[in-house]
């Protein structure tokens, strides 16, 4: 009796324990077991569960449905010892894959064909004939959909070859009874598969029945003819007329190693026209590790499918490689030349021709008609399990006639493009190769070269392969040139390698070899006229991916068309799809669409485009920055041809992702003359640099804004650049350098006249008197920007002006009057939709109550405040700012929450703030790159992690462990890692509850 647990999927679903039979329920349940399973020990997505549940179609509560059933499975299967683990990945069955059939029987096969490859004939029956013991008719039976059925045509065929494994070497031992018993049974099962026949013709023959071997063959001749109308194999015809003549080769021969003393017979001969594998093949163990499961999940049609110089045939070949012994009928390859730079494309029905002559057909027997021997041959490939690798096809139609319906045959097919038209055709899988990281890219490098040559020179071989970007290719060409100079240095060459003009000519191939501009060119030649317009424009992007409106409007072009384009650069993989609508491309191909654009588009054309790119990133960055802040204080730009962005995170998202090509562009427009565009585009982004801790580059923009206004005479240009610039020395700590910036800013906006910058510009030097402590100069200024903004009946800005008063009023201890004007404040920043001002005035209320000893009050606005900067990305921890203010606000919180008899609440807060604190820190740790870091940062981290960790397990806050927060805050503000959050000056208990540069007043 077996004892413990197993599982069986060869036959209908069933599981045992200690012999007994475990019951599992509905069928769906056993579907979702069953799927379980077949990735013992793995996770399993819940879209994937719903998908094979529902057959790809699941409705809606699917995935409450799957709870349900795994629910139900850990009942029936956790008493007996196997646990059903749940992730946000997914849900994973830990059990022992021996413990499943379909794993044994694979791994049995596996074994088994190593065996062979030996020359074990003895291993291979035993490991063969103990996998086909396994078998209890129809796997997954009863379990229904898509996925099962691939499960299945997956081992059917891991079943063929333990029978054709099992028969060879049976054969080979003298078991002739057996073979012919095993195959009689395989032919009827498997009428089609010629190799069954041959196995039994031979078996009878051995075993003395020569008649019945020649009415066996007579019976695969007439089913063959009639289902295919073709000849059976050249293979199985030579056995029939050796067993006619009695050929003493097919009979047992004298003086053997099997069981009987004979020998395996010599196989016929088959087509092995593989090209040879490459010996220094690295890397890419994932890739055929996915394609080798999509094979034995009953895919039939393989896609090796990347961009030129990846390494797709060098890839397709090892795979074929491996793949030989599960096609004993042969091995078939076809170069189609698809995207050749100097042969021309092979015709399909050249292709076709080729085929069939490999396949030693009699010419008399090929049809003349080119559609009729297309037919043909896929009925020759249908009848035998060969291998057909198909390199370098130009599109779906070029290799679509080569390809069988039935599964005997397995395709492998390379090409740039992914070829659809296979996949709703064939089911085709698709291998996707992408250039190599940098470990892969090394280790290419060091097979080529030895470790001799990459001694010492690791830095030199990591900057080769950066320039190169990890293709294949061009790591190939590279380590030629280095090969055939041995005096080359690997840093000489990285040297040449970085001058990005002159790269390409660098990877050119010796000897007619292919080289990395060659093989782009010949992408770049298959391209339709109008998507090699936009190819060539890509370059006055300033960053390596786009959005497709971005490139719509680089064409000035509708949408829908511009999409069209985009797909023929997809499929030619010189654009990569990277997100939806997001595109990006390779650096080796930004360098060779740099070299199309200048050696074909004249001087018009490229300071068309550069206009239509600044436009289009001035116009979004206008909407972006909108969304940001309500405070509509930036020059008028022309509205955006289509709307992009509408909700807060993704304005937010659009600034970090397009954060370097804006940098990038502003200095490009400086340098180009387009002056009013650099201030402009300066101020849209300053918003985002400042709260988001880009100080440095705060006022590389600013400086190169107020450069620009000058050069233009604008007075308004000019101001915005001081506001800027003021904005960065504030974020230095310098206040007299900030003060002097914003006073030059209100003489040239007063000299313009602009009232509504005159309003902002007084409210941002409220913020600079604050930061000194001015506070009576604070509450001047602030008043000021509220008169101005009443005047000009602009609410959002009364409502910004009255924030900053009420914050002076509360530093100046006029705690009531505080209270009245943050309320007005909110009032107005509610209507507005300010966001960021509102949590700011929300923190500023609950300073207010609490200083008045209503601290129920005012938990309850510090708590509405750390919600708001959360919102507002405090979660990242890219964005500083928001970060401070909410580690500020959480500190405060749990004060008043302490105080309100809420000690509970207040320690599950005061471990948020100090893991919220410990993560801050971190941020400025990474900043200073390690090295400029303050001493004691990095044990002031470890320390606050360990607090959080104690903070977790007690029961409530208590005044000790306040105590210790409020002094972990305080040696952090001493490293000057933060901005200020503990006060001892503002009396007990220390807290303050608005830190003076956690809440900046931004001149927005």
Not at 579 to 595: F, I, S
Not at 646 to 658: D, H, I, K, P, V
Not at 744 to 771: K, M, N, V, W
Request: hydrophobic letters at 45%; glycine letters at 10%.
């Amino acid at each position: 009796m077996t004892t413990g647990l197993c599982f069986s999927l060869l036959g209908p679903v069933r599981a045992w324990h200690d012999g007994a039979e475990i019951p599992l329920g509905s069928p769906q349940q056993r579907s979702t077991l069953s799927v379980l399973l077949l990735h013992a020990g793995g996770t399993v997505p819940a879209g994937q569960l719903s998908g094979a549940l529902w057959d790809g179609a699941p409705p809606k509560g699917a995935r409450g449905t799957v709870r349900t059933y795994i629910h139900r499975l850990r009942r029936t299967l956790e008493p007996q010892g196997a646990r059903i683990e749940s992730s946000s990945q997914g849900y994973a069955l830990m059990v022992d894959p021996a413990t499943v059939d379909t794993h044994r029987f694979r791994h049995l096969v596996a074994a088994a064909r190593a065996a062979h490859g030996a020359g074990d004939e003895r291993g291979t029956a035993e490991l063969s004939r103990a996998a086909l013991d396994l078998w209890r008719g129809e796997p997954l039976r009863d379990i229904h959909g898509e996925a099962a059925e691939r499960e299945r045509v997956g081992l059917r065929q891991t079943r063929t070859s333990a029978l054709d494994l099992y028969g060879t070497a049976a054969l080979a031992l003298g078991r002739d009874d057996e073979v012919v018993q095993l195959m009689s049974t395989a032919v009827i099962e498997d009428p089609l598969h010629e190799r069954f026949h041959e196995l039994l013709m031979l078996a009878l023959y051995r075993a003395g029945r020569q008649a019945e071997a020649i009415s066996a063959y007579g019976h695969v001749r007439k089913l063959v003819r009639h289902e295919l109308g073709v000849d059976p194999a050249a293979s199985l015809t030579r056995l029939y007329e050796g067993i006619l003549r009695g050929d003493p080769a097919l009979g047992p021969p004298r003086g053997g190693v099997g069981d009987a003393g004979r020998t395996a017979p010599v196989r016929p001969a088959r087509p092995e026209h593989l090209p040879a594998p490459s010996p220094l093949f690295v890397g890419r163990d994932t890739d055929l590790a996915a394609a080798h499961r999509d094979i034995a999940a009953g895919a039939r049609v393989i896609v090796v499918s990347g961009m030129a110089g990846v390494g797709k045939t060098e890839f397709a070949t090892l795979l074929a490689h491996r793949l030989r012994a599960d096609h004993p009928d042969g091995q078939l390859y076809v170069n189609l030349h698809g995207f050749d730079a100097d042969r021309p494309m092979v015709p399909t029905a050249r292709a076709v021709d080729l085929l069939i002559e490999a396949m030693e057909v009699p010419r008399q027997r090929i049809p003349r008609d080119p559609e009729a021997r297309a037919a043909f041959l896929r009925r020759l490939l249908a009848a035998r399990r060969v291998l057909l690798f198909a390199d370098n096809a130009r599109d779906a139609a070029h290799v679509l006639p080569l390809i069988p319906a039935s599964s005997g045959a397995l395709v492998l097919v390379t090409s740039r493009s992914p070829l659809a038209g296979l996949i709703t055709a064939h089911g085709a899988r698709v291998t996707e190769l992408r250039p190599f990281g940098p470990e892969e890219a090394l280790e290419l490098m060091r097979g080529k070269l030895g470790p001799e040559r990459m001694r010492g020179q690791e830095r030199a071989a990591r900057a080769i392969a950066e320039c190169c970007g990890g293709l294949p290719l061009a790591l190939a060409v590279v380590c030629a040139k280095l090969i055939a100079n041995p005096a080359f240095s690997l840093t000489a060459i990285a040297a040449e390698l970085c001058d990005e003009r002159a790269r390409l000519s660098f990877l050119t191939g010796a000897d007619r070899s292919p080289g990395v501009r060659s093989v782009l060119s010949s992408s770049y030649r298959a391209l339709s006229p109008a998507a090699a317009g936009l190819f060539r424009l890509l370059p006055l992007h300033p960053g390596r991916s786009a959005g497709a409106g971005f490139i719509a409007d680089l064409l000035a072009q509708p949408l829908s068309r511009t999409q069209e384009l985009l797909d023929e650069l997809t499929a030619m993989r010189l654009l990569e799809e990277r997100a939806p609508g997001q595109y990006g491309w390779h650096d080796l191909v930004h360098a060779y669409a740099v070299e199309v654009l200048a050696d074909t588009a004249g001087t018009a054309e490229r300071d068309a485009g550069l206009r239509r790119v600044l436009n289009h990133y001035l116009q979004t960055a206008y909407e972006a920055a909108r969304i940001l802040s309500r405070h509509d204080d930036m020059p008028p730009v022309r509205a955006p041809r289509r709307r992009s962005l509408s909700t807060y995170a993704e304005a937010l998202r659009w600034f970090e992702t397009e954060h370097a090509s804006l940098m990038r562009l502003i200095d490009t427009a400086y340098r180009c003359g387009h002056d009013r565009t650099v201030w402009q585009l300066a101020w849209m982004v300053r918003h985002y640099l400042d709260v988001n801790g880009h100080w440095e580059e705060l006022r590389a923009t600013s400086t190169l804004a107020l450069r620009a206004a000058g050069r233009e005479g604008s007075r308004l240009g000019m101001a915005l650049g001081h506001r800027g610039l003021s904005r960065a020395e504030y974020n230095a700590g310098q206040w007299d350098e900030a003060e002097r910036h914003l006073l030059r800013a209100l003489e040239l906006i007063e000299a313009e006249g602009d009232r509504l910058a005159a309003g902002y510009t007084h409210r941002q030097l409220a913020g600079i008197h604050a930061s000194t402590g001015d506070y009576r100069k604070m509450l001047a200024e602030a008043r000021i920007s509220l008169g101005i903004f009443a005047e000009l009946g602009w609410t959002v800005g009364e409502g910004a002006a009255l924030s900053v008063i009420a914050k002076a009023q509360g530093r100046m201890r006029q705690y009531r009057e505080a209270l009245v004007s943050a309320q007005r404040a909110l009032s107005i920043l509610e209507e507005a939709g300010e966001l960021r001002d509102m949590a700011r005035t929300m923190d500023l209320l609950g300073y207010a109550h609490h200083h008045l000893g209503r601290h129920r009050e005012a938990a309850g606005h510090r708590r509405r405040a750390a919600e708001l900067h959360a919102s507002l990305g405090a979660l990242d921890k890219r964005n500083s700012h928001a970060m401070s203010a909410l580690i500020a606000s959480l500190l405060s919180l749990a004060v008043d929450e302490r105080l309100a008899g809420e000690a509970v609440t207040a320690r599950a807060t005061a471990e948020r703030a100090a893991r919220r604190l410990a993560d801050y820190l971190e941020l400025h740790r990474d900043g200073c790159g390690g090295v400029d870091a303050p001493a004691g940062l990095p044990e002031l981290i470890d320390e606050l992690r360990g607090f959080a960790g104690e903070l977790g397990g007690a029961p409530e806050l208590t005044e000790a462990l306040l105590g210790r927060l409020v002094a972990l805050a305080e040696r952090a503000q001493r490293l000057g890692a933060i901005e200020r959050l503990v006060d001892r000056t503002a009396g007990p208990p220390g807290m303050v509850a608005v830190g003076e540069r956690a809440h900046p007043e931004v001149g927005d």
